[in-house]
């Protein structure tokens, strides 16, 4: 079979591999790789940013979607033909957090999914939508989950809620869509006017440009009549978190996701306090939040929004692509055509 892995950091040292199919050992399935989509985290693996004492060489990539074409001994859950994705963390199942739940996260901790033939535990894989296809479902596992995590479980986001999203990358784009489902206004900036728009389209109700509007928190507060909003879907990290503080409102939500940018301003402990803000770390979800989602995408008929889909051999294309930071919503490689 035909894979990707990082022999060394740096997007040039990643390389298309040939090796033998794997065989399914007990507890385990075997899943012919469909698709399978980019996370800003993936390029920062590649790079040496996310963790620089990765054991290599390492398969990256955590999100992808298949077919089970084989299952181990003891298997009872999964049976070939099933349509599924492989979870975030392998180990995260249910319940909250824990060292043991977070370890095994795809394409960092263990190999990814940028193979055209991956090895899963039986529980670590839940089926597709059945509306949804390969290209689609392949990016739900990290960003979909993430937005969702936050929106439902961090920030518990009601009717007529206010959510404020950064960028338009694929969290982003996920928040927008599960945020209207919700019911909740949604504002939205960008760097760009052409892709507020295009947001829009997808139900957003306001946003900024803030290249133009750099203290962006006040026109949240015009937005808002003062207020502030419910929840900010923080993407931005040092960068953007003091305007987020500024932004949010009194005993509001910041789920902290992203680590986009950089900023020498000390955190404003203050605000976080005298607002009373909860400022909550999300970093992806587990199994169940997974299925939880997947009930709420296939009653709702909720459709991923793709940027653009690579061939598996222009992978590394895809790669630099996300290293661009132009992409609306998410970059998908195509594993089987």
């Given at each position: 079979m035909k894979f990707w892995q990082i022999?060394?950091?740096?997007?040039?040292?990643?390389?298309?591999?040939?090796?033998?199919?794997?065989?399914p050992g007990r507890g385990e399935v075997l899943v012919k790789v469909h698709a399978v989509s980019l996370n800003y985290r993936d390029l920062l693996v590649a790079r040496g940013l996310y963790n620089p004492k990765m054991p290599l060489p390492r398969i990256p990539c955590s999100d992808g979607g298949g077919e089970v074409v084989e299952i181990g001994e003891g298997v009872t859950t999964v049976r070939t033909g099933d349509r599924v994705a492989g979870i975030f963390m392998q180990?995260?199942?249910?319940?909250?957090?824990?060292?043991?739940?977070?370890?095994?996260?795809?394409?960092?901790?263990?190999?990814?999914?940028?193979?055209?033939?991956?090895?899963?535990?039986?529980?670590?894989?839940?089926?597709?939508?059945?509306?949804?296809?390969?290209?689609?479902?392949?990016?739900?596992?990290?960003?979909?989950?993430?937005?969702?995590?936050?929106?439902?479980?961090?920030?518990?986001?009601?009717?007529?809620?206010?959510?404020?999203?950064?960028?338009?990358?694929?969290?982003?784009?996920?928040?927008?869509q599960f945020a209207r489902m919700l019911g909740a206004r949604v504002l939205?900036?960008?760097?760009?006017?052409?892709?507020?728009?295009?947001?829009?389209?997808?139900?957003?109700?306001?946003?900024?440009?803030?290249?133009?509007?750099?203290?962006?928190?006040?026109?949240?507060?015009?937005?808002?009549?003062?207020?502030?909003?419910?929840?900010?879907?923080?993407?931005?990290?040092?960068?953007?978190?003091?305007?987020?503080?500024?932004?949010?409102?009194?005993?509001?939500?910041?789920?902290?996701?992203?680590?986009?940018?950089?900023?020498?301003?000390?955190?404003?402990?203050?605000l976080l306090l005298h607002r009373q803000i909860q400022l909550k770390g999300i970093y992806v979800g587990s199994r169940a939040h997974f299925e939880e989602m997947n009930r709420a995408i296939k009653v709702n008929d909720l459709q991923p929004i793709i940027d653009e889909i690579f061939i598996f051999e222009d992978s590394k294309r895809a790669f630099k692509k996300m290293e661009t930071g132009t992409h609306f919503g998410k970059i998908v490689i195509q594993v089987v055509a």
């Open positions: 022999s060394s950091f740096g997007l040039d040292h990643l390389e298309c591999k040939e090796g033998l199919e794997p065989r180990n995260w199942l249910d319940g909250r957090p824990t060292l043991e739940r977070t370890r095994g996260a795809l394409g960092g901790d263990i190999d990814g999914m940028l193979a055209e033939y991956v090895l899963l535990k039986e529980h670590g894989v839940v089926p597709i939508p059945q509306q949804l296809s390969y290209i689609q479902a392949a990016t739900l596992p990290c960003a979909a989950v993430t937005a969702w995590n936050a929106l439902v479980h961090a920030a518990d986001t009601k009717p007529g809620g206010v959510v404020l999203i950064q960028g338009t990358g694929g969290v982003s784009i996920f928040a927008l939205g900036i960008s760097s760009s006017d052409e892709k507020l728009e295009r947001a829009r389209t997808l139900g957003l109700d306001a946003g900024v440009n803030y290249k133009r509007a750099p203290d962006w928190s006040r026109w949240v507060l015009e937005q808002t009549q003062k207020t502030g909003a419910d929840v900010i879907v923080e993407v931005g990290g040092a960068g953007t978190l003091n305007q987020s503080l500024r932004s949010v409102a009194l005993g509001g939500v910041v789920a902290q996701i992203g680590v986009l940018g950089q900023s020498d301003e000390p955190m404003q402990i203050p």
